[in-house]
């Protein structure tokens, strides 16, 4: 079936870049979405990509999209302490149009 | 600025209680979704509806039914609570289908079963 896998932690020291990795399984998918969630929050989006580009950048965020290994990646430039959250990928799948998602990959942000 | 409304952040139930987590929205919506939760779970799918009047199941709908009498409204009822349905849920929106603005959150309610 589909599923979306992602590294459960992530550490990063203050001022470095981070990069979050997501692999899905449906190469069909028009639309890649990254959520960020802040303790005891819900879901916010962050970005997303169309299937048909390789890269997206907005400010600090860059996401990487590499349809043939089937592969997404956040990354985050100078982390901050305000990017401590869980980060969600998502595929949106062509078939029926839900969203499936990843467990969620834990941004922990040391001093 | 549009927004998905959770009526409740907190809430504290008794085992059996009959409970009724409730879900607005003002993106004139199709599709709205419940979600559980859980650490190290990820977000698992509870219930879905595509339209007034309609549900579908999700991946664990055991314990829980749904109701969408009015398209902005979706509410989640637990019809005996137990101590296993203690979790953090999540209602969803979104237009038919999801495009560049893929779900829409509410801010969750955290529930706990005593």
């Known amino acids: 079936g589909e599923d979306v896998e992602q590294s459960l932690f992530l550490s990063v020291r203050e001022g470095d870049s981070s990069v979050i990795n997501c692999t899905y399984t449906?190469?069909?998918?028009?639309?890649l979405y990254w959520y960020k969630q802040e303790p005891g929050a819900g879901l916010q989006l962050l970005t997303y990509?169309?299937?048909n580009m390789d890269m997206k950048q907005d400010q600090r965020l860059t996401v990487l999209l590499n349809k043939k290994d089937k592969h997404l990646s956040l990354r985050i430039a100078d982390t901050q302490t305000g990017d401590s959250a869980i980060y969600f990928c998502?595929?949106?799948?062509?078939?029926?149009?839900?969203?499936?998602w990843g467990a969620g990959t834990k941004l922990i942000i040391k001093p | 600025d549009v927004k998905v409304t959770q009526s409740s952040r907190y809430l504290v139930k008794r085992t059996g209680e009959k409970v009724f987590l409730e879900c607005v929205q003002d993106m004139d919506h199709e599709n709205m979704f419940w979600y559980r939760q859980d650490p190290g779970l990820g977000l698992r799918l509870i219930y879905f509806s595509y339209d007034v009047k309609m549900k579908e199941k999700g991946d664990i709908p055991e314990g829980y039914s749904v109701s969408r009498e009015k398209k902005e409204r979706f509410s989640l009822i637990l019809e005996s609570a137990s101590t296993n349905q203690t979790s953090m849920y999540l209602c969803a929106s979104s237009s038919r289908p999801p495009g560049a603005y893929g779900y829409t959150f509410g801010s969750g309610t955290r529930l706990t079963v005593v």
């Open positions: 998502a595929e949106r799948l062509d078939s029926n149009y839900q969203l499936i």
């Open positions: 990509i169309f299937s």
């Open positions: 449906d190469s069909s998918s028009t639309y």
